[in-house]
């Protein structure tokens, strides 16, 4: 069984920093496209950031580019969304997602990327940037 499970949200404050994962299990990241995506409150669902497990290509949204870094361990089965410089917009619940990387890229993984076509997703992690 395919599953995805995020640790690492919290309260910071802005500017401040935080580590997401996205553990794993039932199979390996060689063969998929790993997205994190976000949803706030009355807002859309915005794909943050995506990764191939297969060639370590990413894809950031523009919102994000400069302060967040994602990461793969395909050892560990893990992916990492490292956010620094948080802002009070990106206070969401963030949860990771897994494609096919023969069927998809980064970048429409993370611009078209919907429950509808993941292969899983995970239950999410909230993330609240205040003072």
């Known amino acids: 069984q395919l599953q995805l499970v995020e640790s690492g949200g919290g309260l910071v404050q802005p500017g401040g920093s935080l580590r997401l994962s996205c553990a794993a299990s039932?199979?390996?990241?060689?063969?998929?496209?790993i997205g994190w995506f976000r949803q706030a409150p009355g807002k859309e669902r915005e794909g943050v950031s995506c990764?191939?497990?297969?060639?370590?290509?990413?894809y950031y949204t523009d919102s994000v580019k400069e302060r967040f870094t994602i990461s793969r361990d395909n050892a560990k089965k893990t992916v990492y969304l490292q956010m620094n410089s948080l802002k009070p917009e990106d206070t969401a619940v963030y949860y990771c997602?897994?494609?096919?990387?023969?069927?998809?890229?980064?970048?429409?993984?993370?611009?078209?990327?919907?429950?509808?076509?993941?292969?899983?997703w995970g239950q999410g992690t909230q993330v609240t940037v205040s003072s």
């Open positions: 039932g199979f390996t990241l060689d063969y998929y496209v």
């Open positions: 990764i191939s497990g297969y060639d370590s290509s990413t």
């Open positions: 997602a897994i494609k096919e990387a023969l069927i998809t890229t980064v970048e429409n993984m993370c611009l078209y990327g919907s429950p509808a076509d993941f292969r899983s």
